[in-house]
């Protein structure tokens, strides 16, 4: 079955651009999606289709997806985006997330 | 504005049923398919299946498609998930999540409930 990898953790200074991956099979061929979870929060969705940001979703967020990996870049990291990202694709008709990627901003 | 709220918390034996539902406002239930997805103490997220909130169809993953079933009141709005013979390793906060695009099953997931706390234990 089809599966995604993330790296557990991610590590950032303030200011600096933070860049999570997501690796699988042909990713490249399927939509990727992000989510960012905050301790006791609900997941909230950053990026979509790859490359998309929802209305409200700041413009340090960016995402793209090429061959097996797909990539949430966060430009100019602020505390706020301490958070556990996790990568979604979907699998014929089957939903994937990926493990998650703890991002910690020094 | 568009919001999913669930129920509450719920404890129950091993062997037990547990029936979440999620409240949908702010947009028409009927034109997003509606998924479920868990999330065990500090593990990650485990999709669960989706209905289509205006046919009532469904689809499972693998993983629960002996033990769930989801169903739907467009009359109000709710969408329910009902999972049985709960084990402890049920243990989990259950969310629905509304899919972004208009009648798609596929796709990015744009709202999500606030999460139902689900114990097992005997």
């Known amino acids: 079955s089809f599966e995604v990898t993330q790296s557990p953790s991610v590590s950032v200074s303030p200011g600096q651009t933070a860049n999570i991956t997501c690796s699988g099979d042909?990713?490249?061929?399927?939509?990727a999606s992000w989510y960012q979870e905050k301790p006791g929060q609900s997941p909230v969705l950053v990026i979509y289709?790859?490359?998309k940001r929802p209305s409200g979703i700041p413009e340090r967020f960016s995402g793209a997806n090429s061959g097996n990996t797909a990539t949430l870049t966060i430009s100019g990291t602020q505390s706020m985006d301490e958070a556990e990202y996790y990568c979604?694709?979907?699998?014929?008709?089957?939903?994937?997330f990926g493990g998650g990627t703890k991002l910690t901003v020094l | 504005q568009v919001q999913l709220v669930q129920s509450g918390a719920e404890v129950k034996k091993p062997g037990a049923s547990v029936n979440v539902s999620c409240k949908a406002s702010g947009y028409t239930f009927t034109g997003y398919y509606m998924h479920w997805v868990r999330q065990a103490p500090g593990q990650g997220l485990e999709w669960m299946g989706w209905i289509n909130p205006n046919s009532g169809a469904t689809s499972y993953a693998q993983n629960f498609q002996d033990r769930v079933i989801m169903t739907r009141d467009t009359s109000i709005s709710t969408a329910y998930m009902e999972l049985s013979r709960l084990r402890s390793d049920d243990t989990a906060v259950y969310f629905c999540?509304?899919?972004?695009?208009?009648?798609?099953?596929?796709?990015?997931?744009?709202?999500w409930g606030q999460g139902t706390v689900v114990t097992v234990s005997s």
């Open positions: 979604q694709a979907w699998d014929s008709s089957s939903v994937v």
């Open positions: 289709q790859d490359t």
């Open positions: 999540t509304k899919v972004l695009e208009y009648s798609s099953s596929h796709g990015a997931f744009d709202i």
């Open positions: 042909r990713l490249g061929d399927k939509y």
